[in-house]
């Protein structure tokens, strides 16, 4: 990392170098890996085919506001659970992020109609961005000790087994649903899901922030804007037009396959594992090649994503989706890890829970009003397909205004 950065710990980093790897992640981050698969089966469940649930019951308005409401506890998750990060340890943090999935996700499977699964829904979200951030700043904690050395590898990898399962949850999925069982089935297990990840964190995982850096955390300010460097905030301003038009349509690419592409529900699901899958096995060579130039990477994986939606909008059928699903795994993770990179490279240890907090914050801001958009977009062309050809192109705009930013911007891997 930096210099600043390194000096930030007080020498913490000559005494607690990260131990020997293995695929770039120590043994507590494989250990984080494990546990996030765990959690992450508790989602893949149901959430592949959520819209296509709500689509039976709600319009498209109301999906809106539901997605709206999941962004906007997303939201305050970011704003509280990054900053508690950095003052009692990630392990306590992503325990108690797993009580809200839990209850939201019982609650759901017993009382989900309108307008209570609003609510329901923030429970889940808010629980699932507070594991979000930590799964984040555990990677961030290693890479300092670490001297900045593969950052994109380290916060891609630990997201390997959550990938592999992300996979296997839609397969499972559409499989309990075509054996008779219910979406509201679905969200039971997955409540049962995020109770077992609950102990499996608490058993499991070991806290990578140092005492004296909570200390450090505790003695400084809680919340200080400054404190987070000149290079996060360009960042911020250029990522905000590229996470608004991608969050636009993200939330109803389950309708968008089964409405217009004619897919059945089951086949989405199928296509929601081949990108998944493809993804846990890309994962580790394309990390290597992202932390050869994160700034490049970063630029050509948007520009992919762009591609991607626009193509949503035009293509049909069951093999198109496929097809698509598996190309659009590798810009998506490359957008990731790169993104995670810059974003805490240059920021102090005792704050990079804050800064990743304070970053999905202000991303959840923009996508609660692009969450509207969209619908409105849907409400008002009554085409999906407009909606995601529309978001394609705004994302390719934005890469044009990130460019200049990135130039300005020190990575902390010695390419500036």
């Given at each position: 990392?930096?210099?600043?950065?390194?000096?930030?710990?007080?020498?913490?980093?000559?005494?607690?170098?990260?131990?020997?790897?293995?695929?770039?992640?120590?043994?507590?981050?494989?250990?984080?890996?494990?546990?996030m698969g765990v959690v992450?089966?508790?989602?893949?469940?149901?959430?592949?085919?959520?819209?296509?649930?709500?689509?039976?019951?709600?319009?498209p308005w109301q999906m809106g506001l539901i997605f709206s409401f999941g962004t906007?506890?997303?939201?305050?998750?970011?704003?509280?659970?990054?900053?508690?990060?950095?003052?009692?340890?990630?392990?306590?943090s992503m325990a108690f992020g797993l009580i809200p999935v839990a209850v939201g996700l019982m609650a759901m499977s017993y009382f989900s109609f309108w307008p209570f699964i609003i609510l329901q829904f923030g429970l889940v979200w808010y629980g699932l961005s507070t594991i979000r951030i930590i799964s984040q700043?555990?990677?961030?904690?290693?890479?300092?000790?670490?001297?900045?050395?593969?950052?994109?590898?380290?916060?891609?990898?630990?997201?390997?087994?959550?990938w592999f399962v992300d996979g296997l949850g839609p397969l499972v999925g559409a499989f309990l649903l075509s054996s008779g069982f219910t979406s509201s089935d679905l969200h039971r297990f997955g409540a049962v899901g995020a109770i077992v990840a609950?102990?499996?964190?608490?058993?499991?995982?070991?806290?990578?922030?140092?005492?004296?850096?909570?200390?450090?955390?505790?003695?400084?300010?809680?919340?200080s804007f400054r404190?987070?460097?000149?290079?996060?905030?360009?960042?911020?301003?250029?990522?905000?037009?590229?996470?608004?038009?991608?969050?636009?349509?993200?939330?109803?690419?389950?309708?968008?396959?089964?409405?217009?592409?004619?897919?059945?529900?089951?086949?989405?699901?199928?296509?929601?594992?081949?990108?998944?899958?493809t993804s846990f096995v890309l994962i580790y060579v394309v990390s290597g090649l992202a932390d050869r130039n994160l700034k490049a990477a970063l630029l050509l994986s948007m520009v992919g994503n762009g591609l991607v939606y626009i193509?949503?909008?035009?293509?049909?059928?069951?093999?198109?989706?496929?097809?698509l699903n598996i190309l659009w795994a590798v810009p998506f993770i490359v957008w990731l890890g790169t993104e995670r990179s810059l974003i805490t490279a240059n920021v102090p240890e005792e704050a990079k829970g804050r800064a990743l907090g304070t970053y999905q914050f202000l991303m959840s801001s923009i996508a609660m009003v692009s969450a509207l958009f969209g619908a409105l977009l849907?409400?008002?062309?009554?085409?999906?397909?407009?909606?995601?050809?529309?978001?394609?192109?705004?994302?390719?705009?934005?890469?044009?205004?990130?460019?200049?930013?990135?130039?300005?911007?020190?990575?902390?891997?010695?390419?500036?």
């Open positions: 990392m930096p210099d600043g950065c390194a000096e930030s710990s007080n020498g913490s980093h000559g005494r607690n170098k990260s131990s020997s790897s293995f695929m770039g992640l120590n043994r507590n981050l494989w250990k984080l890996a494990m546990v992450q089966f508790s989602v893949a469940l149901w959430k592949w085919e959520f819209s296509i649930f709500l689509r039976t019951m709600v319009d906007l506890a997303s939201l305050v998750a970011g704003f509280v659970s990054g900053t508690v990060a950095d003052l009692i340890g990630r392990k306590r700043a555990m990677p961030a904690d290693e890479i300092a000790k670490d001297e900045g050395r593969n950052p994109a590898r380290k916060f891609m990898m630990v997201l390997m087994p959550l609950f102990f499996v964190v608490l058993l499991a995982v070991e806290e990578s922030l140092d005492a004296d850096i909570m200390e450090k955390a505790r003695a400084g300010a809680i919340i404190q987070l460097g000149g290079d996060f905030w360009k960042l911020v301003v250029g990522m905000a037009g590229f996470f608004f038009f991608f969050a636009s349509a993200i939330s109803y690419l389950g309708n968008l396959s089964v409405e217009e592409w004619g897919v059945s529900t089951v086949t989405y699901g199928y296509t929601w594992s081949a990108f998944s899958f193509a949503f909008g035009f293509g049909s059928g069951a093999p198109g989706l496929y097809l849907w409400e008002v062309t009554n085409s999906l397909r407009t909606v995601w050809t529309i978001a394609g192109v705004g994302m390719l705009c934005t890469v044009l205004l990130l460019v200049p930013i990135l130039r300005s911007v020190k990575t902390g891997n010695h390419q500036d």
